[in-house]
């Protein structure tokens, strides 16, 4: 048998968890980092566990399972991890800290000079220019009109690059 390689699935829309029950019945080794996401419904709090990388699953297989991992009907597609060494390392690091049970969230790469979209608030749709990011979270934005422009803050997790 080949040896075992480090691939990161790209799955359908919110089919991450169905994709890891189907790696198990396989025997593939497949991770998915999740954290714990607690929502009140009613007076009651219920406590979910989310992807921490929504649309993607992490497997370990050998090169010549990959065809058949990509044709199943929860995978978009299969992408090729190129630094294995690495890759290994760093989801090592992101369990590890999973399990301290401290907060932790995604933190978009977006930087200075990017240009963004708002994906949810008041200004949903609005193209804008990064100005300068503060933290994990808080991100200034330059919006330009009319040959002025205005800044405003707003969180990372409602942005995306353009």
């Known amino acids: 048998m080949s040896q ?5 699935a790209h799955t359908r829309p919110r089919r991450e968890k169905k994709l890891k029950a189907y790696c198990e019945k396989e025997n593939f080794i497949a991770v998915l980092p999740c954290f ?3 929502h009140k419904y009613r007076g009651k709090t219920v406590v979910f566990d989310k992807p921490l990388f929504p649309g993607y699953l992490f497997v370990q297989i050998a090169p010549s399972q990959s065809q058949s991992l ?11 991890i190129f630094d294995q060494a690495i890759f290994a390392q760093q989801l090592q690091n992101i369990l590890i800290a999973l399990e301290t049970g401290l907060e932790i969230q995604v933190a978009p790469e977006i930087g200075p000079g990017q240009r963004v979209r708002i994906k ?34 707003l969180p990372a997790d409602h942005l995306e690059l353009v």
């Open 4 to 8: 075992l390689a480090w691939y990161a």
């Open 70 to 80: 990509a044709q199943n009907e929860h995978v978009a597609r299969v992408l090729t």
């Open 36 to 38: 714990r996401s607690a």
């Open 120 to 153: 949810q608030g008041p200004l949903q749709g609005m193209e804008a220019w990064v100005e300068t990011r503060q933290g994990m979270s808080t991100v200034y934005l330059r919006l330009d009109f009319i040959g002025q422009a205005a800044a405003v803050e």
